[in-house]
């Protein structure tokens, strides 16, 4: 039987299989779009963390997408929206229908499952521009041709459509940090949840005859670590930790800061109903028609709120703090031109300065008797 729960990345009640509960703590994440090169090391850290068995060759956890023409699964979100068809975001909530909602007679999720090939091209439209670039037309702002990488893991939801779904009951949500598990005993390879998850985030290793799934490297997040995607990340886009529902917000949480506070890292397809756990600041350069259908209406205040940065020190200092340690932070605050990140404990983990120091040597270094070029 259908239930009532509240969803407050849509702002408005909807039906879910399971009555709202929601975890003693949520992990989450806020990923920097503008920061990400496609180096694809996240990638391979999981890769060669948890997915490099047998069965699990085409397996990839965490996965950098080209948007707008990639996606792994092929297509996984023009499939899933077209699905959905055309919906409506009002002045304060959204007014369309979720995946729950949206489920065909009979059935708890819109759903559909992938064929084998669509697992086949995990790069599929890497680098490749919105539409072809006229001479000279680079120089101009905003760029009339664009694309940026999409960071992708499982989102931990809030109302997860993978667990709605399975009718082994395999599927959990870990009470102690809301991340969501299959029990590989349990689990008897149905790929119901694979069919219902609209992000297409599980997997399915033809071996075992199981489905498996991003784990949050528990592990190490039980201790304060940082997965592995997280840590290794060259660009330093990432940031981990614990989001509060908006009403519970506190300042000093730096995800409930970037989501709640500054509203600049926002949900992917809100509109889907999950409420997905992992947060993007949106790319500056890019159509803002094409970004609103992926995070929602916040958009232009979430880039404006971005481009204000320098003017900000706090959102500037929490922004350089991000993927400055391989340990969780969970308050940070800014103070004497320096950013601090904290355990809840109120242990120093991390800092880093406002401001990089800049050294300029003389030209001419008359103990060595050469001359040097300063580069920035
Ligand atoms: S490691 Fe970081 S910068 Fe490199 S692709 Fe992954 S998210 Fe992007
Ligand atoms: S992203 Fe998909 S696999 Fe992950 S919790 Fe949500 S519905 Fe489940």
Same mark, same amino acid.
């Given at each position: ?157 809030? !109302? /997860?459509?993978?667990? &709605? ?5 395999? %599927?959990?949500?870990? $009470?102690? *940090?809301? =991340?969501? #598990? ?86 992917? !397809? /809100?509109?889907?109903? &999950? ?5 993007? %600041?949106?790319?500056? $350069?890019? *159509?803002? =028609?094409? #970004? ?85």
């Amino acid at each position: 039987m259908a239930h009532e729960v509240f969803n407050w990345q849509i702002n408005r009640k909807m039906t879910y299989w399971y009555p709202e509960h929601r975890p003693g703590r949520q992990f989450a994440a806020v990923f920097d779009i503008n920061k990400c090169i496609a180096c694809q090391t996240c990638s391979l850290a999981c890769k060669t963390t948890w997915t490099s068995g047998k069965g699990q060759e085409l397996m990839f956890w965490n996965n950098v997408e080209t948007k707008p023409w990639g996606g792994y699964p092929t297509a996984w979100d023009v499939k899933i929206l077209g699905l959905l068809g055309p919906q409506k975001w009002g002045e304060d909530e959204y007014e369309g229908m979720t995946v729950f909602e949206a489920a065909p007679k009979g059935e708890r999720v819109l759903q559909y499952q992938p064929e084998d090939g669509d697992w086949c091209n995990v790069n599929l439209g890497e680098d490749e521009c919105s539409k072809v670039i006229e001479k000279g037309a680079y120089f101009k702002l905003p760029h009339d041709a664009w694309f940026f990488y999409l960071q992708r893991i499982c989102n931990h939801c809030t !109302y /997860p459509a993978c667990l &709605t779904a399975c009718p082994r009951g395999a %599927i959990y949500k870990r $009470q102690e *940090d809301g =991340v969501v #598990l299959i029990d590989q005993k349990q689990c008897r390879g149905h790929r119901e949840c694979l069919k219902a998850c609209p992000y297409k985030r599980i997997f399915f290793n033809v071996v075992t005859g199981t489905s498996e799934k991003c784990i949050a490297c528990f592990p190490g997040l039980e201790s304060g670590k940082c997965n592995r995607c997280f840590e290794t990340c060259i660009g330093k886009i990432r940031l981990q930790g614990w989001i509060s529902t908006p009403e519970k917000a506190r300042e000093d949480n730096p995800i409930d800061f970037l989501v709640h506070i500054r509203k600049v890292a926002l949900p992917l !397809y /809100p509109q889907f109903g &999950t409420e997905p756990n992992v947060y993007y %600041i949106p790319p500056k $350069q890019v *159509d803002p =028609v094409f #970004l609103r259908q992926m995070f929602g209406p916040g958009v232009d205040k979430a880039i404006a709120t971005y481009r204000n940065a320098k003017n900000d020190p706090e959102l500037l200092g929490l922004l350089l703090l991000q993927g400055s340690s391989d340990r969780i932070f969970e308050r940070f605050r800014v103070k004497n031109g320096m950013a601090i990140g904290y355990t809840a404990k109120g242990a120093e983990v991390v800092r880093v300065p406002l401001k990089e120091p800049l050294y300029v040597r003389p030209y001419k270094d008359v103990a060595l008797d050469v001359f040097r070029h300063n580069v920035t």
